[in-house]
């Protein structure tokens, strides 16, 4: 079992960072060059960009309700989990290097998600994944990074490290 020291923290902070200047900056240039609700094909008959908003919360939940404190609800749920994943970070004492890494990415992909909602209401999701008449729901990267943490958690607990 491999621990990691105080000084490492900062490389969490650092992959947390990452995550959330990657996920503005790919947004900021698929608002900028995609036209909303455009389709540019990446690899055919598997992977698009396709600009959509998501005003609800993940895979387009609640994205049609007309509930007009939606926004607020998904903000105040937004903040209580992220101060709770950055609660559990730093107060433990001695992050095993896969959950620190899982946490950093759940940070960065929320923190990013969060402004979003903050500023504009919503978030903008790029990522379509497809078979045939099958698509995945469009995501981004900050999507990417929590389920992946998400995952890297649950493989971690699994393993009763």
Request: charged fraction near 15%; aromatic fraction near 14%.
């Amino acid at each position: 079992m491999i621990r990691v020291h105080r000084y490492s923290r900062f490389f969490y902070a650092a992959i947390a960072l990452l995550v959330f200047i990657g996920d503005q900056l790919s947004k900021a240039m698929v608002e900028q060059f995609v036209p909303l609700h455009a389709t540019v094909p990446v690899i055919p008959h598997f992977f698009n960009l396709t600009h959509t908003h998501n005003a609800g919360a993940a895979f387009g939940l609640f994205s049609d309700s007309p509930t007009p404190w939606k926004t607020g609800l998904l903000v105040a749920v937004s903040l209580i989990l992220l101060a709770a994943v950055v609660t559990v970070a730093m107060k433990s004492r001695r992050l095993q290097w896969e959950v620190g890494v899982a946490l950093a990415l759940i940070m960065g992909g929320a923190a990013s998600n969060l402004l979003d909602r903050v500023r504009y209401g919503r978030v903008t999701d790029f990522l379509d994944f497809y078979f045939r008449d099958y698509h995945w729901f469009t995501f981004n990267l900050a999507d990417s990074a929590i389920v992946v943490g998400a995952l890297l958690l649950v493989i971690h607990l699994i393993g009763g490290e």
